[in-house]
Each structure stands twice: as C-alpha cells, then as structure tokens.
C-alpha cells in the first residue's frame, strides 16, 4: 500500500507522522531501498540469496532495514549500499521516490513483519558492483522498465516496481 507521506529525515519524525494512524501496526520496521540507475538507463536488482529472511530467490532491489543507531535515512540507505554491493560501486542517492507499507512473512522468526519502505531514486555513477552477502545475494541483474518479468520479483518490488516504471516510464 503506497503511503503518502512526505520524505522524512528520521525515525523521530516519522513516527510523528504515523502517530495517529490506525492501519500501520506498531510492530513496523523501515527499510530503505534505492531504485539505482545505470548508464544505460536499466534498474539495478539483486537476486535474492538462501540467506534471505524471506522472498528468497526472488529478485530485489538495494537497501535493507533501518538500525537503531542510524542517524537518518539518507545515511542508512547508503550503509546498505556499501553492506549489500560493497565499496568499489558509487551509487549516488537522488529523489525520494515514495514510501509504501506491506507485511512478509519472516522465515528466521516465522511470523509476519509489518514494513515501511522509503525509496529513492539512484544512479550507478562509476564503479563495480561487488556481491557483498553472498548468503544473501546470488548476483545483480539489469533491466529497463517493462523488460522485466513481474513474477520474479519480490512482492515488496513489485508495488515499487510499478510506482517507479509509472513515475520514470517516459525518461526511458
């Protein structure tokens, strides 16, 4: 579900922001998520490793969840970067994209999570992108909007998919 929030810096703001909804369980985590750009114009996803939480195998993009000890979500988004494709990759982060709020289900803890995603838009500036997590990461794979087969992707991706294709479709 697309939530129409403004971009926020933190984690204190964004909980003044929810404090009165009704729909978002309390339980949430946030994760934050880039929509990386190459030169060629194709977004940047990673397949999904066993090491997964869940969806694994699936297709993704980057980011991962927000820490405690994060200072804000520009700053989380970019250590998920460097975890997830390492330090030879320089993935510039852009717009904020939107946010959306979905539950998976957690194979570790075998339950549902509740999640809160920010997302912006990237671009692969130079460099190389590494496997980092190779338990959760089998490698990195490149399409341009509508290339990509919607059933490989993870059901996070696929609502973020489609904001974004809707959002970039006519900067192809």
Known sequence: M?????????????KEILKDNNIIAKDYKVAVIVYAF??????IFQRRGPGCRDERFKLETIGGRVKEDDIDFRTALNREIIEEVGTEANIEIGEFITSTYAT?????????????????????????????????????????????????????????????????????
């Open 104 to 172: 998976t289900f957690d194979n570790r803890y075998d339950k549902e999570q509740p999640w809160i995603y920010l997302v912006y838009k990237g671009t692969l500036k130079s460099g190389e992108l590494t496997i980092a997590e190779p338990d959760k990461c089998l490698g990195y794979e490149r399409y341009k909007i509508g290339e990509v087969d919607e059933r490989e992707l993870s059901n996070g991706a696929k609502e973020l998919y489609k904001i974004v294709s809707e959002k970039y479709i006519a900067k192809k």
């Open 38 to 43: 190459d030169e060629n114009n194709k977004i």
């Open 2 to 14: 697309q939530l129409y929030i403004p971009e926020v810096k933190n984690m204190k703001e964004l």
